[in-house]
C-alpha cells in the first residue's frame, strides 16, 4: 500500500476471468468464458485464447506500470520528508549554536 496518496484498492482488476475458488471451478468457468468469446466474435477457441493472452500480458503492463507509479509516489513523499526532518535538524543545530555563542 501507498504511503504517500489514497491508492484505492490498490488496482484490483485481475479479476476479468478469473474467480478464485476452486482450479476445477476456476478452469470450467474458463474455458466457457472462452467458449462465449469465440463465439460472440465468430473467431475459434484457440484464437479466443490467444487473444486473452493478449489481454492478460496488457493487464500485467498495466498492473507493473501502475505499480511503479505507486513506488515514484511512495518515494517522492519520502524525499519530501527527509527534506522536511534535514530542516528540523538544520533548525536545532543553529539554535544549539547561538545558545552556545549567547554563553560566552
Known amino acids: 500500500m501507498g504511503i504517500g496518496l489514497n491508492h484505492g484498492a490498490e488496482n484490483l482488476r485481475v479479476q476479468q476471468f478469473v474467480k478464485y475458488e476452486e482450479d ?12 462465449e468469446i469465440s463465439k460472440k466474435h465468430h473467431i475459434s477457441f484457440s484464437e479466443a485464447i490467444s487473444v486473452l493472452n493478449v489481454l492478460e500480458k496488457r493487464t500485467f503492463s498495466k498492473l507493473y506500470i501502475d505499480n511503479g507509479d505507486v513506488y515514484d509516489e511512495d518515494m517522492f ?17 543553529t539554535n544549539i549554536e547561538d545558545i552556545k ?4
Open 77 to 93: 513523499v519520502i524525499g519530501k520528508k527527509i527534506e522536511e526532518l534535514l530542516e528540523i535538524m538544520h533548525n536545532i543545530a
Open 24 to 35: 476445477e471451478d476456476c478452469l470450467n468457468y474458463y474455458i466457457e468464458k472462452v467458449k
Open 101 to 104: 555563542n549567547r554563553n560566552k
